[in-house]
């Protein structure tokens, strides 16, 4: 072919969108937008408008009528629920008592097209468990991220408010897609500067562009704002010129952004101030945010991970800290508690809170980001840890009260019920850093819609979109998604070992880590206390008496060693080496058969891996070869440090029959990595 044929052959194909990037910036939309479909709708308004626009450019069937109205079926399904009738050839219609209910029935139906093989006649009716679904960015001004692992943040505060990134609508389609309508911009460690006039007329540009996506703005607040911003002398939430500053403030963020969804409030809190600071409580604090948002419609979503260095079980804390002030909260405040007692470990048990507290609304906060799970270089698919949450049960209201039914308003009415997840966004052309951590952020969004869903139907929905529809594809990766948190768990914490993490950045295994001087609560011998007896935490009653904070009859199975799981074994008791597992082998020898499992089964999942290369784009195919290579490695690092470093304590060989260690301990403590997180 000469020069111009094949200018034009290239022309042709760009046209016709056959070279698309396969970098991951389309997410989940992959699908073409090429379709012409004939949709009308009743009723104007920016959200029909979108539902509209993305019906007319990707639905490949006949008709779409979108009608907003009232009636009895659709008020009971709530002001984002919606129906969906008829047949993709003959006509479809889609009816909501809002707006935005239609633009997420809109959404279902290029889902249902998306992944579904069958589009026979079509009969759905949704609402959505919870009704404030958000991401939590934990972003700072300066464009850095705090356990952000896609490089800096996508909100690029010094272009705006002039300069608008193509990425925000983007991300607007992409969470509306999965049903999420909140986000807050900045990180809970907050700077009180998110709060000058010149950041908010920043953030007010960001809440346009959302708004038609049904995405409302919130922000993160420092406590002392009063002080550091308006000069005031201190920030005590009873002084009548602090609430005055408060009132004044949040009047300013209301004129600007009408919609405003309310702040969320890390205080007292790892070195955050508060209402403590001031000899006041946690409720006086969220009470007066709460006082000045009231007028306006907004939330405080004041958060529950608190604890202090001390002689106290650090798992024991944020119950102890919130249960005396359960019923003292203003009805629109919302705890926000994370799914464990501790941090976001790779496996904990839920936190006592849910279930605990039956007067104050709850929201469960999920990381999505992972910090803990070996940042976007590990493949880890979350839904399975997220289920497990939502199903655990709490016990609060006899047998089947779960967490999710603790949180979604079945057991315990509030005004509002909410979740929100820590996003893993930023300005990576991928979005997550590794391809398959963008299954983490759909999987938040899909199960805060409806937390019954399977992993397996979210990881299938996903890949169909992601990928390919060809099941030789399909089946095998979704497979290894389903084992990817089990593998994780396995060569990084088994048994219900947690926090033994490499200092301060959290990759990779330190179980030794030991800096003078540092707070004992942040170093991993506060965890694991192995020694020459055994190893684990014992929170018996017995011990620190953690288990107590649990409802009858789960605090009698955690306290009993014969009926407390043993995937969090070593989370509640402290056990010797010899102690005898249910399948015969000793502590020692499961422990080391776990970490030999999880390495396994990376392997497992290389293999899967490289036989998919024909099924999909070379680009994508070798970058998650890459991470799965450097999955495959840091499994064996995690495997030979904890065993190593165990051995040293139980005097045990390593079982005969499992892969030798290929490091020496001496070399393994010597790393030292040079990834810094952001405060
Ligand atoms: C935003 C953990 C993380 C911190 C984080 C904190 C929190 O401790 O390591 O980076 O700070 O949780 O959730 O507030």
Not at 566 to 571: A, P, S
Not at 642 to 656: A, H, N, R
């Given at each position: 072919?000469?020069?111009?044929?094949?200018?034009?052959?290239?022309?042709?194909?760009?046209?016709?969108?056959?070279?698309?990037?396969?970098?991951?910036?389309?997410?989940?939309?992959?699908?073409?937008?090429?379709?012409?479909?004939?949709?009308?709708?009743?009723?104007?308004?920016?959200?029909?408008?979108?539902?509209?626009?993305?019906?007319?450019?990707?639905?490949?069937?006949?008709?779409?009528?979108?009608?907003?109205?009232?009636?009895?079926?659709?008020?009971?399904?709530?002001?984002?629920?919606?129906?969906?009738?008829?047949?993709?050839?003959?006509?479809?219609?889609?009816?909501?008592?809002?707006?935005?209910?239609?633009?997420?029935?809109?959404?279902?139906?290029?889902?249902?097209?998306?992944?579904?093989?069958?589009?026979?006649?079509?009969?759905?009716?949704?609402?959505?468990?919870?009704?404030?679904?958000?991401?939590?960015?934990?972003?700072?001004?300066?464009?850095?991220?705090?356990?952000?692992?896609?490089?800096?943040?996508?909100?690029?505060?010094?272009?705006?408010?002039?300069?608008?990134?193509?990425?925000?609508?983007?991300?607007?389609?992409?969470?509306?897609?999965?049903?999420?309508?909140?986000?807050?911009?900045?990180?809970?460690?907050?700077?009180?500067?998110?709060?000058?006039?010149?950041?908010?007329?920043?953030?007010?540009?960001?809440?346009?562009?959302?708004?038609?996506?049904?995405?409302?703005?919130?922000?993160?607040?420092?406590?002392?704002?009063?002080?550091?911003?308006?000069?005031?002398?201190?920030?005590?939430?009873?002084?009548?010129?602090?609430?005055?500053?408060?009132?004044?403030?949040?009047?300013?963020?209301?004129?600007?952004?009408?919609?405003?969804?309310?702040?969320?409030?890390?205080?007292?809190?790892?070195?955050?101030?508060?209402?403590?600071?001031?000899?006041?409580?946690?409720?006086?604090?969220?009470?007066?945010?709460?006082?000045?948002?009231?007028?306006?419609?907004?939330?405080?979503?004041?958060?529950?991970?608190?604890?202090?260095?001390?002689?106290?079980?650090?798992?024991?804390?944020?119950?102890?800290?919130?249960?005396?002030?359960?019923?003292?909260?203003?009805?629109?405040?919302?705890?926000?508690?994370?799914?464990?007692?501790?941090?976001?470990?790779?496996?904990?048990?839920?936190?006592?809170?849910?279930?605990?507290?039956?007067?104050?609304?709850?929201?469960?906060?999920?990381?999505?980001?992972?910090?803990?799970?070996?940042?976007?270089?590990?493949?880890?698919?979350?839904?399975?840890?997220?289920?497990?949450?939502?199903?655990?049960d709490?016990y609060?209201?006899?047998k089947?009260?779960?967490?999710?039914?603790?949180?979604?308003?079945?057991?315990?009415?509030?005004?509002?019920?909410?979740?929100?997840?820590?996003?893993?966004?930023?300005?990576?052309?991928?979005?997550?850093?590794?391809?398959?951590?963008?299954?983490?952020?759909?999987?938040?969004?899909?199960?805060?819609?409806?937390?019954?869903?399977?992993?397996?139907?979210?990881?299938?929905?996903?890949?169909?979109?992601?990928?390919?529809?060809?099941?030789?594809?399909?089946?095998?990766?979704?497979?290894?998604?389903?084992?990817?948190?089990?593998?994780?768990?396995?060569?990084?914490?088994?048994?219900?070992?947690?926090?033994?993490?490499?200092?301060?950045?959290?990759?990779?295994?330190?179980?030794?880590?030991?800096?003078?001087?540092?707070?004992?609560?942040?170093?991993?011998?506060?965890?694991?206390?192995?020694?020459?007896?055994?190893?684990?935490?014992?929170r018996t009653t017995g011990?620190?008496d953690a288990v107590s904070q649990y409802h009858a009859p789960l605090k009698e199975y955690f306290n009993d060693i014969a009926t407390c799981p043993?995937?969090?074994?070593?989370?509640f008791h402290?056990?010797?080496?010899?102690?005898?597992?249910?399948?015969?082998?000793?502590?020692?020898?499961?422990?080391?058969?776990?970490?030999?499992?999880?390495?396994?089964?990376?392997?497992?999942?290389?293999?899967?891996?490289?036989?998919?290369?024909?099924?999909?784009?070379?680009?994508?195919?070798?970058?998650?070869?890459?991470?799965?290579?450097?999955?495959?490695?840091?499994?064996?690092?995690?495997?030979?440090?904890?065993?190593?470093?165990?051995?040293?304590?139980?005097?045990?060989?390593?079982?005969?029959?499992?892969?030798?260690?290929?490091?020496?301990?001496?070399?393994?403590?010597?790393?030292?990595?040079?990834?810094?997180?952001?405060?």
């Open positions: 072919m000469n020069r111009t044929v094949l200018y034009i052959v290239f022309w042709w194909c760009v046209s016709a969108g056959c070279l698309k990037a396969e970098d991951g910036s389309r997410l989940w939309f992959r699908a073409e937008m090429t379709a012409q479909a004939q949709v009308k709708a009743n009723r104007e308004s920016p959200a029909i408008s979108v539902a509209v626009e993305e019906l007319e450019k990707r639905w490949k069937g006949g008709a779409v009528h979108l009608s907003l109205h009232q009636n009895k079926k659709l008020r009971n399904l709530g002001k984002e629920g919606y129906v969906i009738s008829g047949e993709k050839q003959t006509g479809i219609h889609i009816q909501s008592a809002s707006d935005l209910g239609l633009l997420y029935g809109a959404y279902h139906l290029l889902r249902l097209q998306d992944t579904q093989n069958d589009n026979g006649a079509l009969q759905v009716e949704e609402s959505p468990a919870y009704d404030l679904r958000l991401l939590n960015h934990w972003d700072n001004l300066d464009g850095t991220v705090e356990r952000g692992y896609a490089g800096y943040s996508i909100w690029k505060w010094d272009e705006l408010p002039e300069k608008i990134s193509p990425r925000y609508k983007e991300y607007a389609r992409a969470n509306a897609s999965i049903g999420i309508n909140g986000t807050v911009l900045n990180n809970v460690n907050a700077s009180p500067g998110i709060l000058t006039g010149n950041y908010l007329r920043k953030v007010k540009v960001i809440a346009d562009i959302l708004r038609p996506y049904g995405i409302k703005v919130y922000l993160s607040v420092n406590f002392s704002s009063p002080q550091i911003l308006g000069g005031l002398s201190g920030s005590d939430p009873l002084d009548t010129g602090v609430r005055r500053w408060w009132r004044d403030k949040i009047g300013e963020i209301y004129r600007l952004i009408p919609d405003f969804g309310g702040v969320l409030v890390k205080a007292n809190s790892e070195g955050q101030p508060g209402p403590q600071d001031y000899d006041r409580t946690h409720a006086d604090g969220a009470n007066m945010l709460a006082d000045a948002l009231k007028p306006y419609g907004g939330i405080v979503m004041w958060r529950a991970f608190v604890y202090h260095p001390g002689d106290e079980d650090r798992a024991k804390q944020a119950y102890q800290e919130f249960i005396p002030l359960d019923g003292k909260f203003r009805d629109n405040v919302i705890l926000q508690v994370k799914n464990g007692p501790i941090d976001f470990q790779p496996r904990e048990p839920f936190s006592p809170l849910f279930g605990g507290m039956k007067n104050t609304a709850l929201m469960p906060e999920l990381q999505i980001t992972q910090e803990y799970l070996g940042f976007s270089n590990h493949l880890v698919f979350l839904a399975p840890q997220w289920k497990e949450f939502f199903e655990s709490t609060c209201n006899g089947g009260a779960t967490v999710a039914k603790t949180t979604d308003g079945t057991i315990f009415p509030h005004p509002v019920s909410a979740i929100a997840g820590v996003a893993n966004i930023g300005e990576d052309i991928n979005w997550c850093g590794h391809h398959f951590a963008q299954a983490n952020w759909y999987a938040f969004g899909r199960l805060a819609w409806n937390c019954e869903l399977t992993a397996d139907e979210i990881a299938e929905e996903w890949l169909r979109m992601a990928f390919t529809r060809d099941q030789a594809f399909v089946t095998p990766v979704k497979e290894m998604m389903l084992h990817s948190w089990d593998a994780a768990v396995n060569y990084m914490m088994p048994l219900g070992l947690h926090h033994i993490f490499a200092w301060d950045h959290h990759y990779g295994p330190e179980p030794w880590c030991d800096i003078p001087g540092a707070r004992p609560d942040w170093l991993p011998r506060y965890y694991h206390n192995a020694g020459e007896k055994g190893i684990g935490f014992d011990g620190s043993e995937d969090l074994l070593l989370w402290h056990l010797p080496w010899d102690h005898p597992m249910k399948n015969g082998r000793t502590l020692w020898d499961e422990l080391c058969y776990r970490y030999d499992t999880g390495v396994r089964q990376v392997r497992e999942f290389q293999k899967i891996w490289d036989r998919m290369e024909r099924y999909i784009d070379g680009e994508r195919f070798r970058h998650v070869q890459s991470r799965l290579k450097i999955q495959s490695r840091d499994a064996v690092w995690w495997k030979d440090a904890c065993l190593l470093y165990f051995q040293t304590y139980s005097g045990k060989p390593i079982p005969y029959d499992i892969e030798r260690p290929v490091h020496e301990l001496d070399d393994l403590k010597k790393v030292k990595l040079d990834l810094k997180h952001h405060h």
